[in-house]
């Protein structure tokens, strides 16, 4: 019964795959925006199942809703703008909603709205070219099929100016780490590493998708930070999902998958587990989530036998001090082990910038915005290496004495454990640059000199070289030998030899 299950689902992508590469029926007819309807919409009721909607330059305001087959062209994202109506900020509406299947958007700007592009319940859509910005969530999918996860969104579609990585029926392949929207369609050993995904319907989501890697991701801002549908035995490892407003992680319909080490801190809801079973979660950190744990016809595992996880509400004791609370009931009914402290055994990665030259008594500006930690870095301390201290992100220092300093970055997590990185900063005093640099010009005056000596010497027309040599007066040769003697030297052997 499963087998014919399986064959019934890879049937249906295939089918939707075909869908979305079939073209719009012959004979189609053209409406052009505003030269035949003054809105997009208008043109879009007006249309029939197949033909083109052409949109010439401009700025669209309103809402748009595509429910037929038919094609939505724009004279280029930097050109064709939809906007909805607001007069400050961002409107609480979706910009374009995708509601029919079979759809061709191309060539737009997408702004302003509470969800900037979403294909809901609907298959075989074409996305090429477009700009999804400045949107509270800036592109999503909906559905609760697999053809409606069958879609073509390549690369060249952007959200807030970072590519959309839509792959369907991929295989053994690594997401770029640019990207800035994830959705892995019936796929298999996909890996998604070191990707930072802000302000989305979804962060990653996975749709029948098994034997895939999701890594070091940072989810920030999103509805949904990783969802998996549909998908089995994949691992979530080390990510950072913060501030999502819906579900951190939601599983539906997901087995024997593998979720550790990762924190999840102030979402709507932590975890989502649906109608999935056998999943294995434990070392995660859920942190100040309004719902840490929801669980619907659901049985899975929340420990490794001896640790579960960290949560941030137990408030049990841990009497024999081994970190691991000493409770008679699951910690909300599920964690038989809940950890005392947070966990974490990555230590963070400090960064203290490039090396730096300065003047004395001028103010030195260091950033160490660049550290890092998988949950947070709680202290940045400097050492200037002139015996002075500071803390803080962005300090600033002043040297009151010229000379060459190391300066030393510490920064310490919310679990204790700290990491450092220096700098060398050259001092160096205004009044000493006047001598130092006209010998450095006189030098390279005479550097200069000598290559084009050289160069002339190498001509077969020897009389210009000559003619060049003796160009030069009394005046000249004296003002040179002042400024360096080694290339007076050279210039006379090529004078005489000349």
Not at 53 to 82: C, D, H, M, W
Request: hydrophobic content about 40%; charged content about 15%.
């Amino acid at each position: 019964m499963r087998l014919n299950t399986s064959v019934t689902v890879v049937c249906c992508v295939l089918v939707a795959t075909s869908l979305i590469s079939q073209q719009i029926i012959a004979g189609s007819q053209i409406i052009k925006v505003p030269e035949d309807y003054p809105a997009i919409q208008l043109a879009i009721d007006a249309a029939n199942t197949g033909d083109t909607i052409q949109v010439a330059s401009g700025t669209y305001f309103g809402k748009v809703r595509v429910t037929k087959s038919l094609r939505l062209i724009g004279e280029g994202p930097e050109n064709t703008v939809i906007t909805p109506e607001a007069a400050n900020g961002t409107a609480i509406v979706t910009v374009v909603k995708v509601l029919a299947d079979n759809v061709e958007i191309r060539g737009f700007t997408i702004r302003g709205g509470t969800t900037g592009v979403l294909l809901q319940f609907s298959s075989g859509t074409l996305l090429r070219n477009n700009v999804m910005s400045d949107n509270k969530r800036n592109f999503g999918v909906l559905g609760d099929s697999l053809s409606h996860f069958a879609h073509d969104v390549d690369s060249s579609n952007m959200v807030d100016g970072k590519p959309i990585c839509f792959w369907l029926n991929s295989h053994g392949r690594q997401v770029p780490t640019e990207a800035g929207y994830v959705a892995i369609v019936n796929s298999t050993k996909i890996t998604v590493k070191d990707v930072e995904l802000t302000s989305n319907w979804q962060g990653v989501l996975l749709v029948n998708t098994r034997h895939s890697l999701v890594e070091n991701v940072t989810a920030l801002g999103n509805d949904e930070g990783i969802v998996l549908r549909m998908s089995n035995e994949n691992t979530i490892l080390m990510n950072h999902l913060v501030a999502v407003n819906l579900h951190a992680i939601y599983c539906l319909s997901s087995y024997n998958n593998t979720f550790t080490e990762n924190t999840i801190s102030n979402a709507t809801r932590g975890v989502v587990m649906q109608h999935s079973n056998g999943n294995t979660i434990y070392h995660n950190n859920f942190i100040n989530n309004q719902e840490q744990l929801r669980q619907l016809n659901s049985s899975n595992i929340w420990d490794n036998g001896k640790e579960g996880n960290y949560w941030s509400n137990y408030q049990g004791e841990d009497m024999d001090g081994d970190g691991i609370g000493d409770t008679s009931k699951p910690h909300l009914g599920v964690d038989h082990y809940p950890l005392i402290d947070l966990f974490d055994e990555t230590p963070p990665k400090a960064d203290a910038g490039t090396n730096q030259t300065v003047m004395k008594d001028v103010p030195a500006v260091f950033d160490a915005s660049s550290s890092w930690d998988n949950i947070d870095i709680i202290a940045y301390e400097w050492s200037f290496g002139d015996g002075s201290n500071c803390a803080g992100v962005t300090p600033s220092h002043v040297y009151h004495t010229a000379g060459v300093y190391t300066v030393t970055l510490t920064v310490t997590d919310v679990a204790g454990k700290a990491s450092t990185d220096t700098i060398i900063v050259s001092v160096v005093d205004l009044h000493e640059f006047p001598p130092r640099w006209v010998l450095f010009v006189a030098i390279a005056g005479m550097a200069i000199i000598l290559v084009i000596v050289i160069r002339l010497r190498s001509s077969p027309k020897k009389e210009n070289a000559c003619r060049f040599v003796n160009a030069l007066n009394e005046a000249d040769r004296i003002q040179i030998t002042k400024a360096q003697h080694v290339f007076l030297a050279v210039f006379c052997v090529e004078s005489s030899q000349s």
